[in-house]
């Protein structure tokens, strides 16, 4: 009697987004280096390159490697977790790499499902530097690899912020104060109940004088 074989199971594949950071003087060649190598990786593990985006030189958030602006590269694709780690071991490797971070945008993805866009996958070089983009900015940002506008981080922009936040800690602080000295005024509505408990103390020494008379009455007697 045939038995029927068991379907295999279906394997799921993760959407991410990776981006990195060239070295300012890094020529046309060198960066399409670094993009080569990363298709390579990302198809050599049966990953599925989605979007390819330049978004040109732009200035970093600190200084990192002495450069105080970089090349920025944004990659989406769908692959499997042992992907990320190539990728990223490829783009530690390159000198022309001077920061990159990955993101996990989505789980539980077909791969057989995945449509690529030819246009979304090629790599055009940005000769001149261009404004960002609001949504490629939020991406970098989020990343810590743009600049935050003063707004974000009052704080680092504007002394006087600052030192209005050190102002607001100590008010939050003074009515700690005022609590210990509530605190302080509690033990005298303790000692008032003390004062209650006192009292029971002085029955007590009042019992032994109730019970010097009981002597001196006896005395008499």
Known sequence: MATATAAPAKTWAR???????LRHDVDNDGAEKVVDRAKDVIKR?????????????RKLAYPIQK?????????????????VAELERNLRLLDEVVRFQTVLLEEDID??????????????????????EDSDLERARSLGMAPRTP???PSDADPEAKGGDEDKADADAKPEAKTGAAADAKPEAKTGA??????????????????APDDDTKGEG
């Open 45 to 57: 593990l049966d990953g599925t390159l989605t979007k390819l985006d330049n978004w040109g030189k």
């Open 194 to 211: 003390d004062a209650d408990a006192k009292p029971e103390a002085k029955t007590g020494a009042d019992a032994d004088t109730e019970a």
């Open 151 to 153: 707004r974000e981080y």
């Open 67 to 83: 450069n105080s602006r970089g090349i920025f590269v944004y990659l989406k694709y769908v692959g499997f977790s042992d992907l």
């Open 111 to 132: 791969p057989a499902s995945v449509a690529v866009d030819p246009d979304e996958v090629q790599y055009l070089h940005v000769e001149e530097e261009e404004e960002a």
């Open 15 to 21: 959407e991410y987004e990776t981006i990195y950071i």
